[in-house]
């Protein structure tokens, strides 16, 4: 299993980014999958899930209205499209796939089996 993530760079706040994260090593379309980040100096946060067909979209919610989590899976490829970045937004964000049997509403980061390696995302003016 791998993920790789990119996309992330420096915004000012008010920017967009979009993160994807390529999978392979495995049945990309079967896994629930999400994205978490970690800011400086705390622990890993869960930001937004995404089920198989991607009909199903979470988010918490300090991004709701302002990130956008989809799929294609004849891609390989997860996506976060995020708009109206805060300075609060800065954070190494990881996508990570839920193990499998775990639902697709999981927030507990307990439930992810398989992490990428991040990209860094910074807002500042």
């Known amino acids: 299993v791998q993920l790789v993530e990119s996309g992330g760079g420096m915004v000012q706040p008010g920017g967009s980014l979009r993160l994807s994260c390529v999978a392979s090593?495995?049945?990309?379309?079967?896994?629930?999958m999400s994205w978490v980040r970690q800011a400086p100096e705390k622990g890993p946060e869960w930001v937004s899930g995404?089920?198989?067909?991607?009909?199903?979209?979470y988010y918490a919610d300090s991004v709701k209205c302002r990130f956008t989590i989809s799929r294609d899976n004849a891609k390989n490829t997860l996506y976060l499209q995020m708009d109206s970045l805060k300075p609060e937004n800065k954070a190494l964000y990881y996508c990570?796939?839920?193990?499998?049997?775990?639902?697709?509403?999981?927030?507990?980061?307990?439930?992810?089996?398989?992490w990428g390696q991040g990209t860094q995302v910074a807002v500042s003016s």
């Open positions: 990570a796939g839920l193990k499998p049997g775990v639902v697709d509403t999981t927030t507990d980061l307990e439930d992810f089996g398989s």
């Open positions: 090593g495995f049945t990309f379309s079967s896994w629930h």
């Open positions: 995404i089920n198989t067909g991607g009909g199903s979209t």
